[in-house]
């Protein structure tokens, strides 16, 4: 991957992870990785659209998911994009964990 495009990603997310809001410059150890919203073997591309800024575990975490199953509703449910879903109003802040505050819709 071109380093302009790298950049142009860590830039646009403020050097944070999009998934946990992790801050890059606090992880000194491992660089933040560039990861495709719609994994690549899902047909998902290299364009600025499709890639977010994500820490280790995130992109681990998420790995090739596009969704899941949500354990409220018992639904299929796409995760959260950051290319087109609002943080705020998937997530909330409570202490030191991040609680899920609504399904994503996309
Ligand atoms: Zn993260």
Redesign the pocket.
Known sequence: MDETIRNLVRQRAGNV??????IQAGQAWARFHIEHVRPRQHQGTGDLDNLCL??G???RYKGPNLASIDPVTNELTPLFNPRIDRWAEHFLLSEHSILGVSPSVA
């Open positions: 992870c999009e998934y946990c809001r992790l994500a820490c575990h995130c992109n």
